[in-house]
């Protein structure tokens, strides 16, 4: 069987990723990390049960605690305020410095490992919170970079399914397929019930108001 290796965060996005490189075919290598954001523990349960139902073969749960140490994000750095007003202009506080070229280095190590044919990752640029890490253009260099720094046979293509999808044609796709969304957390703050405040609890709700459907999770506001 090939094989494609599914970063996972625990999130709307990289589930249905994950499901789409499922249908295509794949045995799927999930990994997922821990690097000190502030919704770790609930993230963490997400992407399990995200790769359960993906029937991934292998499960990575990496630590990454130096995003807390060099801090210098509103997700790792509780210092810094999430913003809740919308109205962030630019790459906001929330984005983590240089966090999907990090995850894609792991990601492709694994990858060479288990000599997998692709690598799927749920970026969004289209419709997303402004992060430089998630335009196109940046995963195709990092994709000719992890080609040239690996052995000659290996030969890895970076998927980027939904980056041109709107939230709430993720929504529309993720119901689909038969996505777990009760299963997957967007909130940049909260644990228990999401904040519905924040940028990414806004993008979210957003999607579903505008796919006409309702968001299985709960919410404070």
């Known amino acids: 069987m090939k094989k494609a290796v599914c970063i996972i965060s625990g999130g709307m996005d990289s589930a249905l990723s994950a499901k789409i490189a499922e249908n295509q075919g794949y045995g799927i290598i999930a990994v997922h990390f821990n690097y000190g954001q502030r919704t770790q523990t609930k993230e963490l349960s997400c992407f399990r049960q995200v790769a359960s139902?993906?029937?991934?073969?292998?499960?990575?749960?990496?630590?990454?605690?130096?995003?807390?140490?060099?801090?210098?994000s509103a997700l790792t750095d509780k210092s810094i305020e999430v913003p809740t007003d919308g109205i962030e202009e630019g790459v906001p506080v929330t984005y983590v410095p240089f966090r999907n070229g990090i995850f894609l280095?792991?990601?492709?190590?694994?990858?060479e490992k288990y000599e997998?044919?692709?690598?799927?990752?749920?970026?969004v640029e289209e419709d997303s919170s402004g992060y430089p890490d998630c335009r196109e253009s940046y995963i195709l260099q990092m994709q000719k970079a992890i080609n040239l720094g690996t052995k000659d046979e290996t030969s890895l293509e970076i998927k980027m399914p939904l980056v041109a999808l709107k939230k709430s044609e993720i929504v529309q796709k993720s119901l689909e397929l038969g996505v777990p969304l009760e299963h997957t957390?967007?909130?940049?703050?909260?644990?228990?019930?999401?904040?519905?405040v924040c940028d990414s609890c806004r993008l979210r709700l957003k999607g579903f108001e505008e796919a006409g459907s309702i968001d299985p999770l709960p919410y404070k506001k």
């Open 53 to 72: 139902s993906v029937g991934a073969v292998k499960n990575y749960e990496i630590d990454l605690p130096f995003f807390e140490h060099i801090g210098a």
């Open 105 to 111: 280095s792991i990601a492709a190590a694994i990858a």
């Open 116 to 123: 997998a044919e692709a690598l799927f990752i749920g970026v």
């Open 185 to 196: 957390w967007s909130c940049y703050k909260e644990e228990e019930k999401a904040c519905g």
